[in-house]
């Protein structure tokens, strides 16, 4: 080869030389330049939280239809699925209070509720959740629980005695009760005709829409935290510890069952069969139709997370509480966990 | 080598071969001496050797460790096969395991935690006031009652349902951290082993995982290790004596490389260094290049006997005066090379660093000097040893080879290795940092330790730990809802990534408390809303449990405090996501009551690690190869040498790279010995040819004689080292420790491609290239030697 280069004639010649005498000196001197001065980055892939993480805490529910779910939780989070529980999509909120409890009027229109006093109002599907001022008191303000009736109304209900109404769809609130050191925990209509629960076991009833509240004598000291009735006449409260109360006169008078269970019973639903509650250590207790019958188990004997609320969802149930969970068929689906 | 310096060297070998006797019982004396410090040597695993102490994360663990928990954690998961954990044999055996831990050498008492301990409590309220007692201490549950109430008791407790009882209630986990130093890792793996085995049993299967066990069960394996030593020491001579055919050639190479080991250990004892076990494969790596250089002299020396050397100690004079300056420059490249490897800054890099180039540069004795010295003893004349002759085949292969790269095939040669390097050096690119496997890459992925890590961390959020300090700018700033939500935001930020299984802090407990306040309801499980009332719970929480309970949360002031978080592996990838997550929080939503500080636990330390081995690798290969192109160029007087040397050896690492991407093997603290100190090795072989080479146009002009020349002497050396080594290194495949098994493969691809670029690419590129530094130019031609070296020594 070098042999050819001679060759070549003086001109290449030299420029080989040069090449051949300056590329060692290039190359100890990137060596030089790499020791000292370049340092490896390492290289992260970007990460895409889920949906529904975790930590998540989903203390409400509510299913407008049989197809759109809807669900409030810890630090302001709403998620939305429009495909029965497969897909969820995250909603921005302008809060970052935890939201106890969600309610809709319809497809579009719902409200939202929470600690600190906090509420929030929808007209589009959620697609912009707007935060509404309502009455707060100067003690303690977390509203654990909000229902939606016809023509705009909502009721939300929470600590200090707080009876909140809307009769706009949210837009503003009017203190229904004065306040007082007792909290409610849930609140019901049908028709002209409502019950409330709450702490100390202290039950109200109305019988003209709301107007006026009277208290009702109580078999329990305990906290209730959970009322349904499945007609004006016959309901249902559950509450601290397996409590079971049961009427059929209208909320006139009230009854404790046995309790089959110590855990703690925070929702109850009549699911058009049966009686179904939920509660701590993922307790489910179901009772015949006239409330006489009740019997203990479990949502699923493999989840043991508490539940805050169920609604029914097709021939299903969807539960909030720990996590967010489907349950079709006695098969539990929990959201968001692989 | 001008002939002025040649003749004073001449003399000094003179003096040495007159004096041998000297020499020899001077070597010998040395070798007793140091021999007696070398048997002094501890084989042991120091974990705190492994971390690099001022990276501030290693600084932030030792800050921290006694009160968050520090790397050395072990896990050991009770597991039911049928029912759930909750049976009063269940239970024994959890409690038996608790009570005994106490009693393995190097636990940390306080940091045993598990069902029976004092640590996992109950957070009650009664008429009095909030009460936490402990779950299940100091006695088991007297009846099915009391084992119903336990059961509710932990499925009512955040901090044990999920981390300590798994969610299914089919195992629970007993937890103990070792004090980092003291602990003895083989005596403590087996007490522990002992325990669990005892255990075992019933339809209850015990499994343990954590840093402890891993490096007790290598320091188990260390009798193993010997006999796979002792057994490559065997197959060497078997493959020595099968190929040389003479003692001399079987045990002269051997010596060698004993006396520089025992001389190397001697030094590693007056440094008052130990050494590791995992790294017992460098030392053979060494051994190799001691091995090498003996084997190149003594196949010199034959090939004097056979051109007609009148007598050994003339032959011995003549091997000596020509393999001198490249087994100079051998040693010295790699234990430059190996010294480089000393500026990263892990205290066991550096102190295998400067053993091994203590061990190296003895070779300069014990092979370059003690090697001839010998030979001149041996004579002449040998009769072989065995009649098995499988010289014709070395030397066909030799022929072939000179053949090859003389003539056109040479071009195919370079071309080929040019193509290789191009992409191996880009497949070398996949190679991770930290481990590239879940669990551990020490062991077999079928190990037990490994299976057993696998199932743990199926069970639970997690056994590889890692805390994040929340450190306060003054007391109480833990108790301040900012804060607290601020860290439950960042744990709910990190749990986003799947391989965090979990994590717990302050932010975990209080809600818990709160909870237990308001009558157990659910939607008040939640953080206080003002500082008071964090307060508040923090101290019913901390009333009426014991001093410590807290600890693992936050100090007594509530004003540093952690959040740990629990990793399912310790992958490279894994960590470096996860550090590079906490940093962009930490950015991105700043809490003016605090800082979050880097890291500790394992996963923190080892993450420390790979930084340092990430910023590390390009200036330590780029010093590395800064070094042996500097020794090329002084030895040769020319910057073409330095750049000549270099080929070879990035081959070999961009190969060795390039096979450990393939094989999944990442560049972790353990494998970083071996992968480091290769980048000084393997340049040997092709020194030994090209000088040959160059040795040879002293004689005469013809570059394609001295080419097969050399290689017919040089290359002989070569081909036996690299065979017998390549052959011999094998056996470490059958290891019980995966990492030594890796290892020996590794460094037989790394000899075996040394070998061939030295033997096919080198010598290619002399005759294609004819650099001036070897061949010579008109304006600076080679001097021819003067005949008088061949006199013998009077």
């Known amino acids: 080869m070098l042999d050819a280069i001679t060759r070549l004639g003086g001109g290449v010649r030299s420029v080989v030389a040069l090449t051949t005498s300056a590329l060692p000196l290039l190359i100890i001197g990137g060596l030089f330049y790499a020791a000292v001065f370049v340092k490896a980055e390492p290289m992260v892939a970007s990460l895409q939280a889920p949906t529904i993480e975790r930590r998540d805490v989903f203390l409400g529910v509510v299913a407008p239809s049989a197809d759109v779910l809807w669900a409030a939780g810890s630090y302001g989070k709403i998620v939305r699925s429009e495909d029965r529980g497969r897909t969820w999509a995250l909603q921005q909120t302008p809060v970052a209070e935890h939201l106890q409890a969600i309610a809709a009027w319809d497809l579009q229109r719902a409200v939202v509720v929470g600690n600190r006093g906090v509420v929030l109002v929808t007209s589009n599907g959620g697609k912009d959740w707007r935060e509404v001022d309502a009455p707060r008191s100067e003690v303690a303000n977390k509203l654990m629980q909000v229902r939606a009736y016809g023509n705009g109304v909502a009721w939300a209900v929470g600590e200090v005695g707080a009876v909140l109404k809307t009769r706009d769809y949210g837009m503003s609130w009017s203190r229904a009760l004065e306040e007082k050191d007792q909290a409610w925990n849930d609140v019901f209509l049908i028709g002209d005709h409502g019950w409330m629960v709450g702490e100390f076991g202290r039950i109200v009833t109305t019988r003209d829409g709301g107007e006026s509240w009277q208290a009702v004598e109580s078999p329990l000291k305990s906290s209730l935290m959970s009322v349904h009735f499945r007609d004006a006449v016959n309901g249902v409260s559950v509450g601290l510890s397996g409590a079971i109360l049961v009427t059929a006169d209208g909320g006139m008078t009230w009854r404790e069952a046995p309790r089959v269970t110590r855990e703690h019973l925070n929702c109850v639903i009549w699911d058009g069969v049966q009686w179904v509650a939920v509660g701590d250590k993922g307790v489910r207790v179901v009772g015949v139709a006239d409330g006489s019958r009740w019997t203990g188990g479990r949502v699923s004997e493999q989840d043991l997370s508490w539940r805050t609320q169920l609604v029914r969802v097709g021939e299903g149930f969807l539960l909030a509480g720990a996590n967010l969970a489907l349950l079709d068929q006695g098969q539990l689906e929990i959201i968001g966990r692989e | ?794």
């Open chain 2, 1 to 794: 080598m001008k002939n002025a310096t040649f003749r004073m060297l001449g003399r000094v070998i003179d003096v040495l071969l007159r004096h041998r006797l000297i020499v020899v019982a001077a070597v010998a004396a040395m070798t007793c001496v140091m021999g007696f410090f070398a048997a002094q040597v501890e084989v042991k695993t120091v974990f705190s050797d492994l971390l690099p102490k001022n990276h501030p994360y290693v600084q932030i663990n030792d800050r921290f460790k006694h009160t968050f928990g520090g790397s050395n954690l072990v896990s050991i998961m009770v597991e039911v096969e049928d029912g759930d954990i909750f049976s009063l044999a269940t239970l024994g055996k959890v409690r038996k395991i608790t009570r005994e831990l106490q009693q393995v050498e190097g636990v940390d008492t306080y940091q045993i935690v598990s069902l029976a301990s004092k640590k996992l409590k109950e957070v009650r309220a009664s008429t009095e006031g909030i009460e936490s007692r402990p779950l299940m201490w100091p006695e088991l549950p007297r009846d099915q009652v009391e084992i119903q109430a336990l059961r509710d008791a932990v499925l009512n407790n955040p901090l044990v349902y999920g981390p300590y009882v798994s969610r299914d209630l089919k195992a629970t986990l007993i937890t103990a951290d070792f004090s980092d130093g003291e602990v003895d890792y083989l005596k403590a793996y087996r007490q522990i082993a002992d325990i669990a085995a005892q255990a075992q049993g019933d339809g209850v299967a015990v499994r343990m995982v954590g840093e402890p066990i891993l490096y007790g069960l290598v320091n188990h394996y260390l009798s193993e290790t010997l006999h796979i030593f002792l057994l490559t020491l065997g197959t060497l001579i078997l493959l020595l004596l099968l190929i040389t055919r003479t003692w001399y050639g079987t045990l002269l190479p051997l010596i060698s490389g004993g006396v520089s080991a025992v001389w190397a250990l001697g030094m590693a004892k007056l440094m008052g260094f130990h050494l590791d076990p995992l790294v017992i494969v460098v030392a053979f790596l060494i051994t190799a290049n001691a091995l090498s250089t003996s084997v190149q002299l003594i196949s010199r020396f034959e090939h004097e006997v056979e051109n007609g050397a009148p007598d050994s100690v003339s032959a011995a004079r003549v091997c000596l005066a020509h393999l001198f300056k490249p087994g100079m420059l051998a040693v010295l490249t790699g234990a430059f090379c190996v010294l480089v490897v000393s500026l990263t800054p892990i205290p066991l890099l550096e102190k295998i660093s400067y053993i091994g180039s203590v061990w190296l540069l003895s070779i300069l004795i014990t092979a370059l000097v003690l090697t001839p010295v010998m030979l001149s003893w041996c004579g002449v004349r040998h009769r072989p040893v065995h009649p098995l002759d499988i010289t014709p085949l070395l030397n066909g292969i030799l022929r072939l080879c000179a053949a090859l790269v003389t003539s056109r095939f040479r071009y195919a040669v370079i071309v080929g290795s040019a193509v290789v390097f191009v992409v191996s050096g880009m497949y070398a690119f996949n190679l991770k940092v930290g481990d590239a496997n879940p669990g551990s890459p020490i062991l077999w992925p079928d190990s037990t330790y490994n299976t057993d890590a696998a199932a743990i961390n199926r069970e639970f959020q997690g056994s590889d730990r890692m805390f994040v300090v929340v450190e306060g700018k003054r007391e109480g700033a833990l108790k301040e809802p900012a804060v607290l939500e601020g860290m439950e935001r960042f744990q709910k930020y990190m749990e986003a990534q799947p391989e965090v299984g979990g994590s717990i802090s302050l932010a975990d407990l209080l809600p818990a408390v709160n909870r237990v306040v308001r009558e157990g309801n659910a939607r008040y499980q939640e953080l206080g809303g003002s500082s008071n009332e964090n307060g508040e719970l923090v101290y019913m929480f901390v009333s009426g449990s014991d001093p410590g309970d807290m600890d693992r949360f936050a100090d007594a002031q509530t004003k540093n405090g952690a959040v740990t978080l629990f990793f399912r592996d310790h992958q490279g990838d894994t960590i470096r996501t996860a550090i590079a997550r906490v940093k962009e929080y930490v950015t991105r939503n700043p809490v003016p009551e605090v800082e979050l500080l880097l890291a500790g636990g394992l996963v923190g330390v080892l993450g420390a690690v790979n930084e340092i081995i990430l910023a590390g690798q390009i200036e330590s290969i780029a010093y590395a190869l800064l070094v042996l192109v500097v020794c090329c160029m002084l030895t040769y007087r020319s910057a073409v040498a330095g750049v000549f040397f270099m080929i070879p050896v990035l081959l070999s690492n961009t190969l060795t790279f390039s096979y450990m991407a393939w094989q999944g093997i990442g560049m972790s603290i353990n494998t970083l010995p071996v992968v480091a100190l290769g980048i000084g090795f393997g340049v040997d072989y092709s020194i030994y040819i090209v000088d040959g080479i160059r040795e040879e146009l002293h004689r005469h002009r013809d570059v394609g004689r001295a080419i097969a020349s050399s290689i017919a002497t040089a290359g002989k050396g070569v081909l036996i080292t690299a065979l017998t080594l390549v052959m011999s290194v094998v056996l470490w495949s059958f290891s019980s420790l995966r990492l030594q098994a890796e290892m020996g493969i590794l460094i037989a691809i790394w000899l075996f491609i040394s070998a061939a670029s030295a033997m096919f690419l080198m010598p290619a590129m002399v005759a294609v290239f004819r650099p001036e530094f070897i061949v010579g130019s008109r304006r600076h031609p080679i001097d021819l030697a003067a005949p008088a070296e061949m006199v013998p020594v009077s």
